[in-house]
């Protein structure tokens, strides 16, 4: 199912979207998850406990990891492409409520945009191994930044 024939729930509506891009985009990278399908994806990732994932990056950008180390944190941006585009009121949990796109943490919204903050447990060459990513594995990779960890 791609995104323009996912199904629409009830209470849900739909923009027509521009005919026109205004940004392009460089993927740096894949993500690897445990998860083949959106439904399989945990609400928020375990920076701490969640399963281990691989970043893979586009091998041209691995200097741009110099500085970094296992137990650092990270917040990496992501490109949700197998999202709807199109929703403007939606029913995430398909209970009957309805939300504007931009109250609810959806992937499904005009610019796929995702956040997750990781932990780094190992970096293999153009490889970084995170905890606490929520997304499909495939995912394209948009950024890498830094980000401090609370104390646990």
């Not at 998860?35 to 945990?42: D, F, I, Q």
């Not at 970084?128 to 890498?144: A, Y």
Request: aromatic fraction near 4%.
């Amino acid at each position: 199912m791609t995104a323009d024939t996912a199904e629409v729930r009830p209470g849900e509506e739909l923009a027509d979207l521009p005919a026109s891009r205004d940004a392009g985009l460089i993927f740096i990278g894949r993500i690897e998850t445990p998860w083949t399908l959106r439904a399989e994806c945990p609400r928020g990732g375990d920076a701490e406990h969640g399963p281990d994932c691989r970043v893979i990056l586009d091998p041209r950008w691995q200097a741009a990891l110099n500085g970094l180390a296992a137990g650092d944190g990270l917040q990496l941006l992501y490109w949700m492409d197998r999202a709807r585009r199109d929703l403007v009121l939606q029913s995430p949990r398909n209970d009957g409520q309805t939300l504007g796109t931009f109250a609810i943490r959806s992937p499904c919204r005009p610019n796929p945009i995702a956040s997750s903050v990781v932990r780094l447990i190992a970096l293999e060459g153009p490889c970084l191994v995170v905890r606490g990513l929520d997304c499909v594995s495939g995912t394209p990779l948009l950024d890498i930044k830094p980000h401090r960890l609370k104390a646990a």
